[in-house]
Structures are given as C-alpha cells and as structure tokens.
C-alpha cells in the first residue's frame, strides 16, 4: 500500500519514535478501526498455516515482542492480517524503563535504536488485558504469546503461573540488551535452572528467544543454551532479540539495533540453530523481516514462522498482507502446496 509510504508514514515520522507509536496505538485501539482494519489487510489461505511446537498458526507472519508491551492492541495487530502476536514484554512490577531519548529511527537503513529497557505497567494490568483478548480472540485460531522476563527465577515463574491459562504459549526474554541483568540467564547454569523451575509449572508450550551471537565463543554459548533448551523440551526457539549497538543520541549511551541492517545475521543464525535442534523444535525467525522474500529465505534456512516488528513500522499496515500473498504466489509459482512443504 504505497500510500503508507508516501502520506502517512512521513506524517508519523515528523512525530517523536514514542508519539508516533502513541498515534498509531490510537487507531489500533479503537473497535471501528479494527473492523476497518480486518476489512483491508486481514488475510487467510489454509494453505499458510503452520504446526510447530505445539502450537498451529493461521499464518507463519507474526508480530514480534516489544509492539505491545501491555497486551493491550492484541486485535488490532491480529486484524493486520498477522498470524500471531506476541504480546509483552511483562514484568512482575510496573517499570517506567530507562530515560529519554530512548528510541531513534534510522530512516536511511531502514532501522530502529531501541533502548527502552522494559517500560511496561506490571502483571496484573497484562493478566486483564490478556483475559479479555482470549475471550475476543476465542475461535479465531490466532494465537496470541506472551513474552516475559525478570531479573529472578521466581519473577518468570510468577508471569509464568499468571498468564499462561490466557495465552497458547510464554515466550522468556533472557536476550534485551536494554535491560541490566536478565543476561544473567545466558549463563548455561542459571539458564538450565530457569527452564526447570518453569517446566514445574508449565502447562502452555514454552519459548526462549535467543541473544544474537557474532563470532565462534558467542555461538559456542547459545548453541549450548539451544541444545539445554532441546534437553528439557522447550517448545521453541525465538531467532533473535536486537543487537546491540552504543549510540551517543540515547541517555542511555547504548540500545538494541532492529530492522533491515539484521536480515543477514538471522538467516545465519536461523540456519546454525536449525543444524543444532534438527526438526524437532520450532524456530521462529526475527530480524530484519519485511517482504515476502525475506520471508521466503527465512523459512528455507529452517523457521517454521517470522516475526517483525521494524518492518510494521516502515513498510505500514499492509506488511503481513502483502507477505502472505506473495507466499502464495511463490508456492504457486513453484508448484508448491502449503508454506510447510517450503521449507523442505
Ligand atoms: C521499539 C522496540 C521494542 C522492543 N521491545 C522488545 C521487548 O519488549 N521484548 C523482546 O523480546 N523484544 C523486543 N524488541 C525486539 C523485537 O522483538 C525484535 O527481536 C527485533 O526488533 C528484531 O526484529 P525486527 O527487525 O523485525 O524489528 C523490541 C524492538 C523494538 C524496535
């Protein structure tokens, strides 16, 4: 939808990051919209769908964490035509994150600096919402994930018990580079123990997005968090969170890199990780996503699903649309019949 491009994407791009999502969360919200959205962008082809961990998806195009934090514009995104959504990050507590500047578009490369580090109002707020999505959302066999994080083992296990009944699956967030500890659990030991104080409680398929990993000794240690996560029958593997990046523009002096820029890393990584857990496991791809091409070389390198979030912003409303038919048309094009037999 090339009026995205060339009306409203530089009017919302004259705003601040933060005002611009705040208008774009307007309309998201609003139930007159949702059903105009769904009219214009929503799309459904049995011939897309996807079974991988435990979970089946209308659609392999879903919304990446960080979207809606507060698991409050789960139908709006769902009415973009997305397959699922995930929703979060939640944490225990309300956080108010890290200080402004926190956000900073890079038009040129087509890419976001994110250092927001977890502003989010709390469980409790993310446990309404969630509960009123799932009673929305009932029979329209999109599944909606939570992701969730915390700095304690208790703290995930908390956001774990909570929300899971509300939702197909909990996602951990062990990878922002925004947030001071949660790193901790890249650590083999500690992850280990995080997985199995969740799989006492677990009854809705669990996720782990990954850290990216940028020479032999990164990929050496999330290969072996990978492998853990196969041992202990994680249900799917998140490929991956930003980069990193130091950025003098943010008060932090550092944030996450997302967008274009990371399309190349993910294929590679989506490839490797495949290579480690075999068919089993799902492995969802996420970094630098925005066209059906892009879709297209994810799901040959081995995911079975992509996630964006970037590429909602620059490429518009119609960015999942527009993926899935092209999907289509590559599969008719190839003689192919469903997105699942792509990957082969
Ligand atoms: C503004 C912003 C906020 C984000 N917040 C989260 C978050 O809360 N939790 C998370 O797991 N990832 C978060 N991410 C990372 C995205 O989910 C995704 O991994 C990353 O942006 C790469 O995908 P993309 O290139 O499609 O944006 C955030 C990214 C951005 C740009």
Redesign the pocket.
């Known amino acids: 939808m090339q009026i995205y491009k060339k009306v409203f994407r530089p009017l919302l791009f004259r705003f601040s ?1 933060e005002h611009a999502q705040a208008a774009a969360d307007f309309f998201l919200k609003q139930s007159f919209f949702k059903s105009a959205l769904s009219h214009y962008f929503d799309y459904f082809n049995p011939r897309l769908a996807v079974s991988a961990g435990n979970v089946t998806y209308p659609s392999p195009v879903g919304v ?4 809606d ?1 507060n698991c409050r514009f789960i139908d709006g995104l769902l009415s973009l035509g997305f397959g699922y959504v ?1 929703a ?2 939640v944490t225990v507590q309300p956080r108010a994150g890290n200080p402004s500047p926190r ?1 900073l578009r890079l038009p040129s490369r087509e890419a ?1 600096i ?1 250092a ?1 580090g ?1 502003p989010g109002k709390g469980l409790k707020s993310a446990k309404d919402y969630l509960q009123d999505a799932q009673m929305r959302q009932r029979g329209s066999g999109k599944p909606i994930i939570v ?1 969730v ?1 915390g700095l304690k083992i208790q703290e995930f296990v908390d956001c774990q018990k909570t929300l899971q009944p509300f939702v197909d699956g909990v ?1 951990l ?1 062990i ?2 580079p925004n947030t001071e500890g949660i790193r901790t659990f890249q650590d083999p030991y500690n992850f280990e123990a995080l997985i199995l104080a969740l799989n006492e409680s677990r009854i809705k398929p669990l996720l782990v ?1 990954m850290p990216p990993y940028f020479d032999e000794l990164g990929k050496e240690r999330i290969l072996r968090l990978v492998s853990i996560a196969a041992k202990e029958g994680v249900d799917g593997i ?1 490929v ?3 980069h990193p990046i130091k950025e003098t523009k943010l008060a932090v002096g550092h944030g ?1 890199l ?3 820029p ?1 399309l190349w890393k993910t294929l590679e990584m989506i490839k490797e990780i495949r290579l480690e857990v075999g068919k089993g496991m799902a492995v969802h791809a ?4 925005f066209t059906c091409e892009d879709a297209i070389e994810a799901i040959r390198a081995g995911a079975n699903t992509v ?5 909602l912003i620059y490429e518009g409303p119609s960015v999942a649309k527009n993926i899935s038919l092209g999907l289509i048309k590559y599969m008719d094009q190839k003689g192919i019949k469903t997105v699942q037999d792509l990957a082969k």
């Open positions: 990051p990446a964490a960080g979207y934090k995930v979060g990050t956000l976001i994110n927001l977890f992701s994080s996602e967030n990878s922002s997005k998140t991956a969170n930003t996450g997302s967008g274009k990371l996420c970094g630098g996503i996630q964006l979030l970037t590429g």
